[in-house]
């Protein structure tokens, strides 16, 4: 069988996506060829399913992230205009939405939650032209008729193979950064963040923090880095990598002592501690990104089920600081319920622990079945407008005048401090050596901020092909 997945990448640049890394490996080790469209502009759809029809798979597997979802959902249909072959949509939009998923009009299947075995199940069934009604985590759809299955015991991570990143390359010197998971699953339920609804799907099916063994990951890293000559760091994506101390303790000292090469974690700040620090920073690792999201305490609370207190958070950076790690601030304006002062609180909040990595400032999405969603619903904020992309200072709430005025503002206020000091320069100097003096030739003419949207916009849309494949190997 020839499976060719999907994936947007509009607006972000992706290494590897670790869920279909994962995906990848399991068919490929089980002797199934795979394929990865990479699509980058989102007013091209007709050309990628024309590029579908080439291929010519016996499945599409279309991711369906909400961000994107509205695109998922017209290429789904332009690709069965194109060519009959069977959609599966995967991704956690799916997983929240699969009723609403499967009804859209090219979509066959609906892949709920972890897909490796269920993919790999359909997958067979679909070549042996056997039923495919009856898939724990799939839910089907046979001349309109729809067949709803529930999910299974959560994966064993440790039965998973090597994650397969030569998807999204076209030859392995490329590679220079790859993004591993060591655990999935998040013990805490934010109110915004899809968790919430994850841990509430898998309820009584394992545990909610499941881990791959470390000796596992260090032989992934291994594998890789054997193949992959021009790899210079790793990016660990865990939703929380510093949940259990001692396994980070015992995973700093392998990473050293075997590779000794950079890599970068996620974080909350009440698990941050000098001898948390202290290892990580000898281990190789160069930043640490923690999620704040609001500089007021009460609202954190109150709104965002996240209780972490100020000091808690001022003392976390601290201790990055003084031990020589980089930070990033995640922060995000226009949540339902917040007012301008708790906008201003968050960016005075941002300018005071002036992290060293600087920030990553986002305007807040109600993402399906999460407490805010709901809330947003019950106050009459949704709109139904799409959002395409992560980032941008609007939002897509019904928000008054002021209110969206006071979103934009402090949003921009927030990406200014990153101007002023001075990462755009030192992330040009580094990355884009050669248009370092034109950069800053610019700058004396055109505002930093615009420049660097200027730059960004055309490294991740006007340089970039309409979509990019790997396809038939």
């Not at 949509?89 to 939650?113: F, Q, S």
Request: proline share 5%; with cysteine; hydrophobic share 35%.
């Amino acid at each position: 069988m020839h499976i060719l997945f999907i994936y947007f990448e509009i607006q972000i640049q992706i290494y590897n996506q670790i869920g279909l890394s994962y995906l990848s490996a399991v068919l490929k080790k089980h002797g199934h060829k795979v394929s990865l469209i990479r699509v980058n502009k989102p007013d091209r759809l007709d050309m990628v399913a024309k590029e579908v029809k080439r291929i010519s798979p016996n499945l599409v597997g279309l991711s369906f992230v909400s961000n994107f979802s509205h695109l998922a959902r017209e290429l789904s249909g332009k690709i069965k205009k194109e060519i009959n072959v069977p959609i599966v949509a995967g991704g956690i939009h799916a997983t929240i939405r699969p009723l609403e998923t499967i009804k859209y009009p090219g979509v066959d299947y609906v892949a709920v939650g972890e897909g490796e075995e269920a993919l790999l199940e359909l997958v067979e069934k679909i070549g042996e032209k056997s039923g495919t009604t009856a898939i724990r985590n799939i839910w089907a759809k046979i001349d309109g008729e729809i067949f709803k299955n529930p999910v299974r015991d959560l994966l064993d991570l440790d039965t998973l193979p090597v994650p397969d990143i030569d998807i999204f390359y076209q030859k392995p010197t490329e590679v220079q950064r790859v993004t591993f998971m060591t655990q999935r699953g998040c013990p805490y339920s934010c109110t915004y963040c899809c968790n919430e609804y994850l841990n509430k799907l898998y309820k009584n099916k394992g545990p909610i923090v499941r881990k791959r063994s470390l000796e596992k990951v260090m032989d992934d890293i291994g594998t890789i880095l054997k193949t992959h000559p021009n790899v210079k760091d790793l990016n660990f994506d865990d939703d929380t990598f510093t949940v259990d101390k001692q396994r980070v303790k015992e995973f700093c000292s392998l990473i050293k002592e075997r590779y000794n090469i950079p890599f970068a974690i996620n974080s909350r700040p009440e698990l941050i501690d000098e001898e948390i620090a202290k290892a990580l920073k000898d281990a190789g690792c160069f930043i640490v990104r923690i999620g704040i999201e609001s500089g007021s305490e009460k609202f954190r609370k109150k709104y965002l089920a996240r209780n972490m207190t100020d000091a808690e958070i001022r003392r976390a950076f601290s201790v990055l600081k003084k031990a020589g790690l980089d930070q990033v601030g995640f922060f995000i304006y226009g949540f339902p319920h917040e007012t301008e002062d708790e906008m201003k609180m968050s960016y005075d909040f941002l300018a005071e622990l002036d992290p060293s990595g600087g920030s990553q400032v986002s305007v807040f999405y109600p993402y399906p079945e999460t407490t805010l969603e709901k809330e947003c619903v019950e106050l009459g904020l949704m709109t139904g407008k799409n959002k395409t992309g992560f980032f941008g200072g609007g939002t897509t709430l019904s928000f008054p005048g002021k209110v969206k005025n006071c979103i934009g503002k402090y949003y921009e206020l927030s990406e200014d401090l990153y101007h002023v000091k001075g990462e755009d320069l030192r992330y040009v100097k580094k990355f884009y050596p050669g248009w370092y003096y034109p950069y800053i030739f610019l700058s004396l003419f055109i505002k930093r901020k615009y420049l660097w949207r200027s730059l960004v916009k055309l490294k991740l849309y006007y340089l970039k092909p309409a979509f990019t494949v790997r396809a038939g190997w």
